[in-house]
């Protein structure tokens, strides 16, 4: 009995161990495609690797994890989308808010860090994946485009970084395409990355999310493992069928217009006999008067 209830005890212990092992931390395999990079949500990036913000470790749904006052809570919600190729690492963010503030036209485009207006962050880790200190930051901010960053690697990165934010009808999005060397671009490659969302709520900034830096539970342990993998087809939309010809309009029938009628010859009227008829008329009449004297001069002789 003992023996019974001592392998009944090893099973169960054998099973709370397999079900509990399972990572927080979303993880997935990157399509390779290569999207535009204007802030619109290309259809690429629905046939690869997303996660919400909150799917993160340590990361708690309406809560933030600091904050520049006391009230860490925020009503900020994101989801980020992956592509890559050759030449970069692309993430799309959608971030909700009810209400995007401005923190101010100066403070933004002045500050040398200007975390604390409503801003994407995107950290992302590709040398050595268990150190955190060779990290890179990369941000934007959706009112006046305003990107900054830092890290070890950024300098060199930054100017062939291209970054797209706009404001939405539920928030605003933002569109990253990060430089990355591309030694690291490859099938199979791994990068890790952390996704942090700074809500400037009017009365201060809140930090949503995460970051790969060791700064309490934050750090390269809790980031996302990106993997490089298979081109990404996208089918060739049906082309647009081509309009009916429409039907001639109703034309009237062309009315036949009637040869000319050619005008009938003028009457010709004869003239009176005058002139000349006249003269050969009274020597006609003469002629028989001599005659008639010739003869009767004959017949008297």
């Known amino acids: 009995m003992v023996k019974k209830t001592s392998a009944a005890i090893m099973i169960l212990a054998i099973l709370l161990t397999l079900t509990t092992v399972v990572s927080a931390i979303p993880e997935g395999t990157v399509g390779k495609y ?29 809560e933030g994890w600091w904050s520049t006052y006391e009230d860490m809570a925020t009503v900020v919600d994101a989801t980020v989308w992956f592509l890559w190729d050759d030449a970069f690492l692309y993430a799309f963010v959608d971030v909700l808010l009810p209400e995007v503030l401005d923190r101010g036209k100066d403070f933004i485009l002045e500050e040398g860090n200007p975390w ?78 952390t996704l942090q969302i700074n809500h400037f709520d009017g009365n201060g900034t809140i930090p949503v999310g995460q970051q790969i830096q060791a700064s309490g539970d934050q750090g390269v342990d809790n980031a996302s493992v990106l993997t490089f993998g298979a081109q990404i087809t996208i089918a060739e939309p049906e082309p647009e069928p081509e309009p009916e010809p429409e039907p001639p309009a109703d ?49 008297k002789i």
């Open 116 to 193: 604390e207006a409503n801003s994407a962050e995107l950290w992302v880790l590709w040398t050595d994946l268990d150190d955190d200190t060779e990290r890179v930051k990369t941000s934007i901010e959706p009112l006046y485009s305003r990107t900054w960053g830092d890290g070890p690697y950024f300098d060199d990165i930054e100017p062939a970084t291209k970054k797209a934010a706009k404001l939405t009808s539920t928030g605003y999005a933002a569109e990253f395409a990060i430089a990355i060397p591309p030694a690291y671009l490859k099938d199979g490659g791994k990068v890790k990355f």
């Open 34 to 62: 290569t999207p535009a990079i204007d802030a619109d949500k290309d259809p690429a990036y629905d046939l690869s690797f997303s996660f919400n913000i909150f799917d993160q470790e340590n990361a708690n749904k309406g």
């Open 251 to 299: 034309v009237p029938a062309a009315v036949e217009t009637p040869p000319p009628t050619e005008a009938p010859p003028p009457v010709v009227v004869a003239p009176p006999q005058t002139g000349d008829c006249s003269v050969v008329l009274i020597l006609g009449l003469l002629a028989l008067a001599g005659a008639g004297v010739l003869t009767y001069g004959k017949k």
